[in-house]
């Protein structure tokens, strides 16, 4: 008696290696793509510099390669000081954003969710404007501390909502956060009204569009460690986040705890938020965005979808700030605005397919 092996095993390991060598293509491809487009960005701006000569300077600061009277001092300060920390910040606060983003569709179980749907960017504005109109320091150190602070209590507050009278569910959370987010912003809008300093009001109406005006190398190291850290903690649950996508009740036949599962990845995911925001301030539509692109590309399984996410959400919001820089120049743009004419049709783009979907 002879065994032989299922027909559709052959057809699955050839579908397994056909997902991997996507996902390889794809990550390559954003990869390269967003090497190219941080060359370039780090170039443009009122001073433009060339790209052979901003590739020549980052040489010299980072491998040693000897300086040259190719480029001048003013040159060498613009772009190590000022352009390579700006488009370094904007890359991890995109991807940052992208990936917090795909995973709250999740968490929610809402593929029009993002970011701002927690109320976590809410918080961090509030904490920010207290900073800016009543804290006497306009520091980066300050605002990034304030304005994570209001973070840390927005989370708390989510937490203790979500848990009301029972387990944390898709539906609590969702409404939690909605509220949360309303409730800060109006007590943004409250302290502005309250501010004798218009100046500051000015300042923080700005913020709350999102700039990348304050980045500093000091900030790029804490971005840094925050967002490569969340990023490695949502992949390292990717096939858990899988298993709750498909549902609370196929979650626990699983062996999951979909509630436990929620209050861990909403505790990472608040962190990576609040540290960006404290950062670069309130961005919208990234998240939103970019996980739906990422999904075209590779799919909803989470493993594929966070790294594309992370690399299409740098290289979107690297563009997006270069379009704030030039659009106005010598003025810079809020870069919440760009973010928002870019993102707004895509918006209206996914409700139409929405509706057109049989299910």
């Not at 002879?2 to 390889?24: F, G, I």
């Not at 300042?203 to 969340?230: D, K, N, R, Y």
């Amino acid at each position: 008696m002879t065994t032989t092996r299922p027909a559709d095993e052959p057809v699955d390991d050839l579908d397994h290696a056909r997902d991997r060598a996507r996902m390889l293509w794809w990550l390559s491809g954003f990869g390269v793509a967003l090497v190219l487009v941080l060359l370039l960005a780090t170039g443009l701006g009122p001073v433009s510099v060339p790209p052979l000569t901003v590739a020549r300077i980052i040489g010299h600061h980072t491998a040693g390669i000897p300086a040259t009277a190719d480029w001048s001092t003013a040159q060498d300060s613009i772009v190590w000081l000022v352009r390579v920390p700006r488009v370094l910040l904007g890359a991890l606060v995109g991807a940052a954003l992208a990936v917090a983003g795909a995973v709250l569709q999740t968490l929610v179980r809402n593929v029009l969710a993002d970011p701002h749907i927690l109320g976590v960017t809410s918080g961090a504005s509030t904490g920010a404007a207290v900073s800016l109109l009543f804290g006497g320091s306009v520091a980066a150190g300050a605002l990034a501390a304030s304005a994570f602070t209001g973070a840390a209590v927005a989370t708390a507050l989510l937490f203790a909502i979500a848990h009301l009278n029972g387990q944390m569910t898709s539906l609590r959370l969702l409404l939690g956060g909605v509220t949360i987010g309303y409730l800060f912003s109006a007590a943004t809008s409250f302290l502005i009204f309250a501010s004798d300093d218009q100046e500051g009001a000015r300042t923080v109406l700005f913020w709350l569009l999102g700039s990348l005006g304050s980045a500093a190398w000091s900030s790029v190291a804490t971005t840094t460690a925050v967002t490569v850290a969340a990023i490695a903690a949502l992949v390292l649950l990717a096939t858990r986040l899988d298993m709750l996508a498909a549902g609370d009740d196929t979650a626990r036949a699983l062996g999951l705890s979909p509630g436990r599962l929620r209050m861990i990845v909403l505790a990472i995911v608040a962190l990576a938020i609040g540290g960006v925001v404290a950062v670069a301030g309130a961005i919208g539509f990234v998240g939103l965005i970019v996980p739906h692109v990422a999904r075209l590309c590779v799919g909803a399984g989470h493993r594929r979808l966070l790294p594309l996410s992370a690399l299409l959400g740098a290289l979107f919001l690297v563009v997006a700030d270069v379009v704030a820089r030039l659009a106005f120049a010598p003025r810079e743009l809020p870069l919440g605005i760009v973010t928002a004419v870019v993102g707004a049709p895509l918006l209206l783009v996914l409700v139409r397919r929405f509706q057109q979907s049989p299910h």
